[in-house]
């Protein structure tokens, strides 16, 4: 079992920025890719960054390049999302989760577990 919490959500105006944090606790952290996915009221879950295991290779959905980062640091077991230049579409629940598997995916039903989330909110 592997417990995820989420924090570093909040309001923010459009244009700032936010760093969420994900720690976890369990089994060993450095075993499991992990990825931030997203919902916002009405939508379903959507994918927004993935890093591997090593943290060597990450993985962006389009809309987020060049303004999220994702990062790790497994000494202290946990993962980061950078988010700058926000915009009002990003607000939404955002939400870590861990994979087992040995190639990064942006498939939700892939994660084998899930934080609670945190709310970041935009305004414009």
């Known amino acids: 079992q592997v417990q995820l919490v989420e924090s570093g959500g909040g309001l923010v105006q459009a244009g700032g920025s936010l760093r969420l944090s994900c720690a976890a606790s369990g089994r060993t952290f450095s075993r499991y890719a992990m990825g931030w996915f997203r919902q916002a009221p009405g939508k379903e879950r959507e994918f927004v960054a993935a890093i591997s295991r090593s943290g060597g290779n990450t993985y962006y959905e389009d809309s987020v390049k060049g303004r999220f980062t994702i990062s790790r640091d497994n000494a202290k077991n946990t993962v980061y999302l950078q988010m700058n230049s926000l915009k009002p579409e990003d607000t939404a629940v955002y939400y870590c989760?861990?994979?087992?598997?040995?190639?990064?995916?942006?498939?939700?039903?892939?994660?084998?577990?899930w934080g609670q989330g945190t709310q970041v909110t935009v305004s414009s």
């Open positions: 989760a861990a994979d087992d598997g040995v190639v990064i995916t942006t498939t939700p039903r892939r994660y084998d577990y």
